[in-house]
């Protein structure tokens, strides 16, 4: 089955100790993504990546890294979580950065920084 | 910088009524997408629109967009329960870099729909 995995889906942590979230793609997609979602602001893009060693800052990539070592892996790293770091992450792959591409969204990792 | 605004907000409308959502944004783009998100849930995709005067209808939904007017609309036709969610308008934001291009997505604050009996 296609799809977009994140784990862990759910994760609480205290401020300072570092996590990553993992995403993994299966369907050969060039594109990949991270977005947090805030209530009231909607997804806001933190990283993103156009293929293997490609990588740029998204609007809010402050507090984050990212690494796109395989085509199909693209973890999100928080080397110091703080507070404002709560928020719901949802990772993105699409088959090309442009065209027609539907981005596919994984099913979110809800991380709570105490 | 471009902006992408929905509204309303919130819509709470009963079954069987129509209702329009609209989607604005402030720099000139070619391409629109509407998403869904269920409570709890990712977000799937529910309409490409790649052209000014681009219609799509899936079921009760109906979307348009008008590049000229840089305004997308969803339009919710005797709405039932099941279309209860928030829905999300994005819209591509070109990105020239020195030797590639890419796009983003840049995507509104959502509309959460409520339908009630």
């Known amino acids: 089955e296609a799809q977009v995995t994140q784990n862990p889906r759910y994760l609480i942590t205290v401020t300072g100790k570092k996590l990553t979230v993992t995403c993994s793609q299966n369907?050969?997609?060039?594109?990949m993504s991270w977005y947090r979602q805030d209530p009231g602001l909607g997804l806001r893009q933190i990283y993103y990546?156009?293929?293997?060693?490609?990588?740029d800052k998204g609007d809010v990539p402050e507090g984050y890294k990212v690494s796109r070592k395989e085509k199909r892996n693209f973890p999100l790293i928080l080397e110091s979580p703080s507070p404002n770091q709560t928020s719901l992450y949802f990772c993105?792959?699409?088959?090309?950065?442009?065209?027609?591409?539907?981005?596919?969204f994984g099913p979110g990792t809800r991380l709570t920084v105490l | 910088e471009l902006k992408v605004e929905q509204n309303p907000l919130f819509l709470s409308m009963q079954e069987g009524k129509n209702y329009t959502i609209y989607c604005n944004y402030s720099?000139?783009?070619?391409?629109l997408y509407w998403y869904r998100q269920d409570p709890g849930k990712s977000l799937e995709s529910l309409f490409v629109?790649?052209?000014?005067?681009a219609v799509k209808q899936e079921g009760r939904l109906m979307a348009s967009l008008d590049t000229k007017a840089r305004l997308s609309t969803l339009h919710i036709t005797a709405a039932v329960h099941d279309l209860s969610a928030t829905y999300f308008c994005?819209?591509?934001?070109?990105?020239?870099?020195?030797?590639?291009?890419?796009?983003?997505?840049?995507f509104g604050t959502g509309t959460r729909l409520q339908v009630f009996p």
């Open positions: 369907m050969n997609h060039e594109y």
């Open positions: 720099t000139t783009s070619d391409r």
């Open positions: 994005a819209v591509d934001g070109h990105i020239k870099h020195d030797f590639y291009n890419t796009d983003k997505l840049i």
């Open positions: 993105a792959s699409s088959p090309r950065p442009r065209g027609t591409d539907t981005q596919y």
């Open positions: 990546s156009m293929n293997v060693e490609v990588t």
């Open positions: 629109l790649l052209s000014n005067g």
